[in-house]
């Protein structure tokens, strides 16, 4: 199975929205509303912002959201902060009873 | 709340099996999916395969020839086992629950560091 498509990186400036984009196929970020995001801050295991498309667990700052379109998903960050500095992954439940996950995306705060 | 901590050893020779267990605890291991994920330093997160509690395991179509991940309820931990290893498998490993079989990681351990090396 192929990774999902993700920018290297992206950056924005503080208060500013930034927009992640995962791209993959039909036959799993196109096909299924099981799309997750995870942000990995420096030194730190990866943490759950994003499930299910559109979900957004307890805990997880407001200013997170996500989105679908056709094989494109994408995660946005608005209001940006120094905080928010950190790598970002997508994972999508594919056709084949597996899950895979994105390259990362590196997000910087000018 | 549910914790996760990795335990094995850092270092294994190339050719030989890499063995990690993951101790659950604050919950039960019954009734969940359990998921080891690696990321080689400096790389992106590459998912493993997973075990139902109930032992039934799903893995990396990549990785399948060589991966084991086992379920021991009566200990609330589960194991992985990478057979054949080489330099490419050195990576930081994370084991994690898995909400359903559709993805979900969380929460996730703190990660472990295995080199393979001679």
């Excluded at chain 2, 709340?1 to 291991?29: A, M, N, R």
């Excluded at chain 2, 690696?38 to 590459?46: A, D, F, V």
Aim: aromatic share 10%; net charge positive; with cysteine.
């Amino acid at each position: 199975q192929s990774a999902l498509t993700q920018p290297a990186s992206v950056s924005g400036s503080p208060g500013q929205s930034v927009t992640i984009t995962c791209t993959g196929t039909s036959s799993d970020v196109g096909g299924y509303n099981y799309v997750s995001w995870y942000g990995q801050y420096p030194g730190k295991a990866p943490k759950l912002l994003i499930y299910d498309v559109i979900h957004r667990p307890s805990g997880v700052s407001s200013r997170v959201s996500g989105s679908k379109s056709g094989n494109t998903a994408s995660l946005t960050i608005s209001g940006l902060q120094a905080e928010d500095e950190a790598d970002y992954f997508c994972s999508s439940y594919t056709d084949s009873s597996t899950l895979v996950f994105g390259g990362g995306t590196k997000l910087t705060v000018l | 709340q549910v914790q996760l901590q990795e335990s094995g050893p850092g270092l294994v020779k190339p050719s030989e099996t890499l063995s990690l267990t993951c101790i659950v605890s604050g919950d039960s291991i019954n009734n969940y999916y359990w998921s080891w994920i690696r990321q080689p330093l400096g790389k992106g997160l590459e998912w493993i395969g997973y075990v139902y509690y109930s032992g039934s395991a799903k893995y990396n179509p990549s990785l399948k020839s060589r991966v084991t991940i086992s379920v021991d309820t009566s200990k609330n931990q589960f194991s992985l086992k990478l057979r054949s290893v080489t330099a490419a498998d050195t990576a930081v490993y994370y084991c994690s629950r898995v909400m359903y079989s559709r993805g979900r990681f969380d929460p996730w351990g703190q990660g472990t560091l295995v080199t393979v090396s001679s």
